[in-house]
């Protein structure tokens, strides 16, 4: 079975602190990662697709990166409204053309 | 600007009720989808549809059915309403198959 798991569950920073983010799969065969911000009681909204080993998305203060076993979302320098719930979904062989979404890590930036 | 809505944002309803909760989106997306999510799992696929007439099981499906009698619209219902589906409930629609997903606001619903 597809499995995709991020860590930390909850992370506490500093502004100005960076830090990363790390979601590993195991899907065989990848077709896409993606990564989406949740603020409280609302829907995610998407930030990044990353399909290849190697590939890097930026915006803003947010990169991803993709290899062949994990993805990491890198924060600089975040701010307080940086803070969100960010999760990970990918998809694959296995998958079908469905997602399956990690259990997202917890952003906390403290001013 | 286009956009996918849920309706309601809140609903709490008793054990045995049937309920139908609303998904419209304006992208003509030909593809969409009902998740459900709940503390300590991610985002689940409840089930899912690639164009009108069209609908699929997904990995949580029993206990809910969706009909797709237009593009905009994927209308999903709880047939008799149990305490475990209390959750929230996300529509998402995407342009075509393993394209970005794009998420409505959420429906929170309480089975009392």
């Known amino acids: 079975e597809d499995q995709v798991t991020q860590s930390p569950e909850a992370l506490r920073l500093q502004e100005g602190e960076s830090s990363s983010l790390n979601c590993s799969y195991t899907v065989s065969g990848l077709r896409g990662l993606f990564w989406y911000r949740q603020d409280p009681g609302k829907g995610p909204e998407f930030l990044f697709t990353l399909y290849s080993a190697g590939e890097e998305k930026e915006k803003e203060r947010l990169k991803a990166t993709l290899t062949k076993k994990e993805s990491f979302l890198h924060i600089t320098a975040p701010k307080p409204e940086d803070s969100a719930t960010y999760l990970c979904?990918?998809?694959?062989?296995?998958?079908?053309?469905?997602?399956?979404f990690g259990t997202g890590t917890s952003l906390t930036v403290i001013p | 600007d286009a956009e996918i809505t849920q309706s309601p944002r809140h609903k709490i309803t008793e054990t045995g009720r049937q309920v139908t909760l609303a998904c419209h989106q304006t992208?003509?997306?030909?593809?969409m989808f009902w998740y459900r999510q709940d503390l300590g799992h991610g985002l689940r696929l409840i089930h899912y549809?690639?164009?009108?007439?069209?609908?699929n099981k997904g990995e949580v499906s029993d206990g809910y059915s969706v009909s797709r009698s237009n593009t905009e619209d994927l209308p999903l219902t709880l047939e008799s309403a149990a305490s475990s589906q209390t959750s929230v409930y996300f529509c998402a629609s995407s342009a075509a198959r393993g394209d970005t997903q794009y998420f409505g606001p959420g429906t929170r619903l309480t089975v009392l």
């Open positions: 979904a990918v998809q694959g062989p296995l998958t079908g053309n469905q997602f399956y």
């Open positions: 549809s690639y164009g009108v007439q069209d609908t």
């Open positions: 992208w003509n997306h030909n593809n």
